[in-house]
């Protein structure tokens, strides 16, 4: 598949698919800023979820802090309970791993879920950490040299950016 060719809405029709399976009727979505989060807040809308869904940011607890310091990708804002949750974490693009590792640490500082689940747009392979989705919309291989970045327009309508590093 050519990266070119990822149609961004297209996956997140068959993301709204995916998760709609996963969720029960107790479920919460968390979306990782700032992709996932987008993610979550359009989930919950369109699949008429119940409660308001969180924001969780890994800023906090990435191994490689020392370097990036604290980035304004936001805060985390869980509306609900975390202790006893199913919860679904989303994110836009999963790579290596350690996004997800700092997340689930900042997710326990918050209190001890029942379950946690995790559903992407797209798994770009690359695994640094035992660590994979349940549900991903598309799985494509990129050289390391290069990032795929989601963006959301005014109407959010999403899309995919190459970006070389």
Not at 23 to 37: D, E, F, K, N, Y
Not at 56 to 83: C, E, K, Y
Not at 146 to 156: F, H
Request: aromatic residues 6%.
């Amino acid at each position: 598949m050519s990266i070119l060719a990822l149609d961004a809405e297209a996956l997140y029709r068959e993301l709204l698919r995916g998760v709609g399976l996963l969720c029960g009727p107790q479920t919460r979505l968390v979306g990782i800023t700032s992709g996932g989060a987008w993610l979550a807040q359009r989930l919950q809308k369109d699949l008429n979820r119940p409660h308001e869904s969180g924001v969780i940011s890994s800023a906090l607890h990435r191994d490689d802090f020392a370097q990036r310091g604290l980035s304004s990708g936001g805060q985390t804002v869980l509306p609900f309970d975390v202790n006893g949750a199913d919860i679904i974490v989303l994110d836009d693009v999963l790579y290596t791993g350690r996004t997800i590792r700092a997340v689930l640490n900042e997710l326990f500082d918050f209190g001890r879920p029942a379950s946690v689940r995790l559903a992407v747009l797209v798994d770009r392979g690359g695994r640094e950490l035992p660590i994979q989705a349940d549900f991903a919309a598309a799985r494509v291989t990129l050289p390391a040299s290069q990032s795929l970045a989601l963006a959301r327009d005014e109407a959010g309508v999403f899309s995919f950016h190459v970006e070389d590093h």
